[in-house]
């Protein structure tokens, strides 16, 4: 028969493990962000490379279509078809509601974006902008539970961190090679400040 310090010990452990593979998946997630982040420095050189060659939207156009050709491919799984029908029934439930659909169209103004503006100002000082961006957008985000987390009060921290990435877009833009070199010191602060 289990004593009660042994299920209070069970209990603790259960927890701790809970709480480490919690950890865990946190640490896999910024991985694999900052492994998306590196591909995006890659693919806007790319699209850059593409739009000097043929125009912006045509290469738009083949970037994001590249994309869609792999994506229909997948749906010749079917466990990718029984994924798909879902979303189907989670917007007549409203378990998603329409304008949570519309990602992919925020995907290729970026995409569009990247195709005009890298050969103008560079790869680097186009993703400092981009994530300066990006970083003051999730804040209010956050605070309003907009995404599948929920709603996060805005702290002093992520507020200055923000400022911060907002500071390293202003010195990516401004002119001269040497302040091209100098944009990442600042939005290293912000990642870090923003992670504590």
Do not use: H
């Not at 739009?51 to 792999?70: D, H, I, N, R």
């Not at 902008?129 to 003051?136: F, N």
């Amino acid at each position: 028969m289990p004593t009660e310090s042994g299920a209070t010990a069970a209990a603790g452990s259960t927890r701790t493990s809970a709480v480490l593979s919690n950890s865990a998946l946190q640490s896999w997630a910024l991985a694999a962000a900052f492994l998306c982040g590196a591909l995006i420095a890659i693919q806007s050189r790319m699209n850059g490379r593409l739009s000097e060659a043929v125009g912006s939207f045509p290469a738009a156009w083949f970037s994001f279509g590249s994309g869609l050709v792999v994506l229909t491919l997948l749906l010749f799984s079917k466990a990718q078809r029984v994924r798909v029908g879902r979303v189907v029934s989670a917007l007549r439930t409203r378990e998603l509601v329409w304008w949570q659909m519309l990602g992919g169209v925020a995907g290729g103004l970026l995409v569009g974006s990247q195709t005009y503006a890298v050969p103008i100002i560079g790869v680097a000082a186009f993703l400092i902008a981009t994530i300066g961006g990006q970083t003051v957008c999730a804040l209010f985000v956050d605070r309003y539970g907009l995404g599948p987390a929920p709603a996060q009060a805005l702290s002093v921290l992520r507020v200055l961190a923000a400022g911060l990435a907002v500071v390293g877009v202003a010195v990516a833009a401004s002119s001269g090679s040497r302040a091209q070199a100098r944009p990442s010191f600042p939005f290293c602060w912000a990642s870090w400040w923003a992670w504590a």
